[in-house]
């Protein structure tokens, strides 16, 4: 189901932080191989959710609902498929040389994007927007990486090798700092049900 779907995705991103971190090429190959399914599993649900919404006509808090898991669904596909950008830099930057202030940087990047997800997955499933606000500054966090990230880039020398690797893995940052986003949008998607369906029990109760 999406919910089994969105641990998949996060033990995707989790597989893609280690390979990045340990510069693990054959990890990171197994994550890219492992998009495919996650590609299928939405093609999957994706025709449940047209069948389910054209034949039982569903309405108010069942609709939003629904609307919602469609959302789930294509942000955890757009997630899954970040795992593989950033497993396919490992896999392209393979025995080239690094540089460790932004390999560093990259590291606690991972270690500050994994937890966002993992409470932002945890609120969907149990219908809880309370973390909105603090996913939101968590997030911050990350972008606080990213930009430092290029910084550390720039002031990468002129050497080719290490140029080529540092242009890679600011495209890896920036796949995890998507990570981060989509995580805070499911969670903001939350907020956004709560308030409509706050707004329909006032009409109903009228």
């Not at 945890?122 to 972008?143: H, M, P």
């Not at 893995?169 to 939350?190: G, H, K, P, Y």
Request: aromatic share 4%; hydrophobic share 45%.
């Amino acid at each position: 189901d999406t919910l089994e779907m969105g641990r998949r995705v996060r033990a995707q991103v989790a597989e893609a932080v280690t390979a990045l971190d340990a510069r693990d090429r054959s990890r990171a190959e197994r994550v890219v191989e492992g998009d495919r399914a996650i590609d299928e599993s939405y093609l999957e649900l994706h025709g449940q959710w047209m069948v389910l919404t054209a034949t039982q006509g569903p309405m108010g808090s069942d609709l939003r609902l629904l609307a919602s898991l469609l959302h789930l669904l294509v942000v955890l596909e757009r997630m899954g498929d970040q795992a593989s950008n950033i497993a396919k830099m490992v896999v392209a930057t393979d025995g080239l040389p690094g540089d460790p202030r932004l390999a560093g940087l990259l590291s606690a990047m991972g270690e500050a994007v994994l937890p966002i997800a993992d409470r932002s997955l945890a609120g969907f499933a149990a219908r809880d927007d309370s973390a909105v606000e603090e996913l939101k500054r968590l997030d911050t966090e990350v972008d606080g990486f990213y930009s430092d990230a290029i910084d550390a880039a720039v002031a990468i020398g002129d050497e080719r090798s290490v140029l080529e690797w540092a242009t890679r893995m600011i495209m890896a940052a920036r796949a995890l700092e998507r990570v981060a986003d989509q995580s805070v949008d499911i969670a903001m998607r939350l907020g956004v049900d709560a308030k409509c369906e706050k707004e329909y029990r006032h009409r109903q109760d009228r």
